[in-house]
Nanobody
Framework: QVQLVESGGGLVQAGGSLRLSCVAS????????MAWFRQAPGKEREFVAA????????VYADSVKGRFTISRDNAKNTVYLQMNSLKPEDTAVYFC??????????????WGQGTQVTVSS
């Protein structure tokens, strides 16, 4: 089992920045790929970014490419999502996930409880 706890969400104006963190506990963190997904009201959960266990390979959704950066610190069992140039359409609950390196939500077995990000115009 892996337990994931997100933090760092909040309210920010358009153009601003936020940094999300996700701390893992339980089984070996470094053996899993990690990802961030988001879900806006009335919409399906969508992929945002993923990073391999080594941190050497990342992939991003087109909608966030160039604005968001995913990173991980295996010594701290933590994955981060740096979000810059935020837009109102980035408003959603952001979820951290652990599993296989994929953009498909079905590839991740462990999920955090989510953290709300709200971007005002």
């Amino acid at each position: 089992q892996v337990q994931l706890v997100e933090s760092g969400g909040g309210l920010v104006q358009a153009g601003g920045s936020l940094r999300l963190s996700c701390v893992a506990s339980g089984r070996t963190f470094s053996s899993y790929a990690m990802a961030w997904f988001r879900q806006a009201p009335g919409k399906e959960r969508e992929f945002v970014a993923a990073i391999k266990w080594s941190g050497s390979t990342t992939v991003y959704a087109d909608s966030v490419k160039g604005r968001f950066t995913i990173s991980r610190d295996n010594a701290k069992n933590t994955v981060y999502l740096q979000m810059n140039s935020l837009k109102p359409e980035d408003t959603a609950v952001y979820f951290c996930a652990a599993g296989s390196y994929t953009t498909d939500v079905r590839g991740y077995s462990y999920w955090g409880q989510g953290t709300q990000v709200t971007v005002s115009s």
